[in-house]
């Protein structure tokens, strides 16, 4: 009987660890749809990445409530610029979800400028111009960019066809760009065991699984030497 | 479905248990060596992700152009949603598994269970909105960071459910072990009771009679057994048990304060895991009544909360599965000794031991962490509680 009761007794321990252990998924609870434009300056350098980003509908109704719910005389463009203010103020402390690497290695960010806010259509836009905190010199370099919510609470994806199977020509072109370079595009592909062991690890370790890196897009700027 | 015989009455106990035990952890071995777990783990994220996106221009849609496609889609949509937003885990999903595994209960409890506690989800989405945003005048911002609150609420009860159950446990435990081998059947009875309660026969006061669970032989009732047991369903199935002490149905009634207690617990459990919103649902309902779309978004969530009930109560009916068969194969006499109770203290441990762990990381986090976008509503607001769209919910 004891035998019987280990193993049932270690059978549902066995359960709920596997309920308690596997990792919560955070999935997206809104989205974001980004475009991007990859600014050369004279000298064919990369000096910054102007950022364009169309909140989902539900989103941009909530925020639009809000916006209009205000009773202190200002008029609408004025609290928009107010919410763009706000919202660079906070992506500041997150290095704007944009995490940028030339050949690999990390690239340093300048100050977001230029920030707009406004309404189109039943979407809230928001748009800025994250400049690097030094152009860098493109020829025979490959400069890779990463927009992403780390938690996934916000999923972020460039701008795509209706189903969502092809990036749209406009969600990434480049600006004054020397001849010959390219970008691209490449999705997500999450390896599912990365996705679990770092699910686990974040979980022990800091609460909040950060899982939004691995269902980020990537995109591409390439110059020829 | 109650004189079924354990079909493998012919089998060497061992046989019977350790073969569809090697095939069960084999198969699952070859699922975890071979990753399809966790590629599941992520094409459900993906899935739950492609239809949020849908959800959103359903209810679009069908503001454009009501219709029978619209609607269609609409309702199939929230359906979809509810049926993976539960398959990932969460800790409603854990407390029920682990109560009803721990703690007895037939099949039909377990459907029960989950399904009120999905639809006391959307009940409760819907609440909020109502109440707050219509009632209150709140933003759906603010309404939607009062899941937080809720959430806290319903750790707070989890961990309530947990101890709740330790506490019974121990009482059974404690009865069992100085008041006799009669009253140490208790438990077990109980849960046989629950299991069959449609046919449970109940003329007798010997242990046999007690435990009516058809698949333990001992357990067979005397001819006319049934008719009683049939008598007396009704007021078994309505979980109030309500007769006199003189209404000649010959069983003691010792039982009834705990049948009582039994039916309080699962309700309780129900309510910690209903009192929380899906944010998804409140995000869902506050869009839907900025677009003056609100009925289409009630309908739109107790769609998706009978997808939410579908995937609860396939999970819930495993671990009644799961015990049973393990309860069956390994120990047809347990019944005699109180393990069950150690079982319940131990499920009731690991229930107050996860509402505890979850309200601390609560409190621990304190008011909203960093939202990507947006740290507090711009609105000057100070009666409502105010926190980013996006905090985790």
Request: hydrophobic content about 45%.
């Amino acid at each position: 009987m004891i035998r019987s009761f280990y193993r049932w007794g270690s059978g549902l321990l066995a359960l709920v660890a596997v309920g308690l252990s596997s990792p919560a998924f955070a999935h997206p609870h809104g989205w974001v749809d980004i475009s991007v434009e990859g600014v050369f300056d004279e000298a064919g350098r990369l000096a910054a990445l102007r950022q364009q980003w169309r909140m989902d509908p539900f989103y941009s109704q909530v925020v639009m409530e809000e916006m209009s719910s205000l009773d202190d005389g200002t008029t609408m463009p004025e609290r928009l610029d107010a919410l763009g203010v706000e919202i660079r103020n906070n992506l500041a402390t997150q290095d704007n979800l944009t995490t940028i690497t030339l050949d690999g290695a990390p690239v340093a960010q300048g100050e977001v400028r230029n920030t707009n806010t406004e309404v189109r259509g039943d979407r809230l836009v928001f748009s800025f111009v994250l400049p690097l905190a030094s152009p860098v010199p493109m020829a025979g370099h490959e400069l890779d960019y990463r927009i992403f919510d780390p938690t996934y609470y916000i999923e972020m994806v460039h701008e795509a066809n209706a189903d969502g199977s092809e990036p749209l020509p406009g969600a990434l072109t480049l600006a004054g760009a020397p001849a010959g370079c390219s970008t691209h595009i490449v999705k997500a592909d999450p390896d599912p065991s990365k996705v679990m062991e770092a699910a686990m690890l974040d979980k022990t370790e800091s609460g909040e699984p950060n899982l939004g890196r691995f269902f980020a897009e990537t995109g591409e700027i390439r110059c020829p030497a | 479905m109650s004189r079924l015989k354990p079909s493998a009455t012919g089998l060497k106990p061992w046989l019977a248990f350790g073969l569809p035990l090697a095939a069960v952890v084999l198969v699952g071995w070859a699922i975890y060596w071979l990753g399809w777990w966790q590629q599941g783990a992520v094409h459900v994220v993906l899935w739950q992700r492609d239809l949020y996106h849908a959800l959103t221009s359903a209810i679009t849609e069908i503001d454009r152009a009501p219709g029978v496609t619209t609607w269609g889609v609409l309702l199939g949509v929230s359906f979809g949603y509810g049926v993976f937003h539960a398959a990932g885990p969460g800790h409603g999903k854990v407390v029920l598994s682990t109560y009803l595994a721990s703690q007895g209960g037939a099949w039909k409890r377990a459907i029960a269970l989950s399904a009120l506690a999905s639809l006391l989800q959307g009940v409760m989405a819907i609440a909020l909105i109502a109440v707050l945003v219509f009632g209150l005048g709140w933003l759906t911002r603010q309404a939607m960071a009062s899941v937080d609150q809720a959430e806290t609420v319903s750790f707070l009860l989890v961990a309530l459910v947990g101890l709740w159950l330790c506490v019974r446990s121990l009482r059974r435990l404690y009865r069992a072990t100085f008041a006799g081998s009669a009253v140490a059947s208790e438990p077990a009875a109980l849960t046989g009771r629950y299991r069959f309660d449609v046919v449970a026969p109940r003329n007798g006061t010997t242990l046999a009679s007690h435990r009516p669970d058809p698949f333990v032989r001992s357990a067979a009732p005397a001819p006319g057994a049934n008719e009683q047991g049939a008598n007396e369903q009704g007021a078994d199935l309505r979980g109030t048990h309500e007769h006199g002490a003189h209404c000649g149905c010959g069983h003691d009634h010792h039982v009834d304060p705990d049948t009582a207690s039994d039916w309080r617990g699962a309700l309780l459990t129900v309510l910690s895991i209903g009192i929380r919103p899906c944010s998804g649902a409140v995000l869902l309902l506050g869009a839907s009544a900025l677009l003056g779309q609100f009925g289409k978004g009630v309908v739109a969530v107790m769609a998706m909360s009978l997808g939410t009930a579908l995937t609860v109560s396939s999970l819930a009916l495993l671990s009644v599965f799961a015990r049973d068969w393990v309860q069956r194969r390994l120990s047809p006499m347990a019944s005699r000794h109180p393990w069950q109770a150690w079982v319940g203290l131990a499920g009731g441990a690991l229930i107050l031991a996860l509402g505890l762990s979850l309200s601390l990381a609560q409190w621990q986090r304190g008011e909203a962490p960093g939202a990507p976008l947006l740290g507090s509503p711009t609105a000057q607001s100070t009666e409502a509680p105010v926190s980013g769209p996006f905090t985790r919910g």
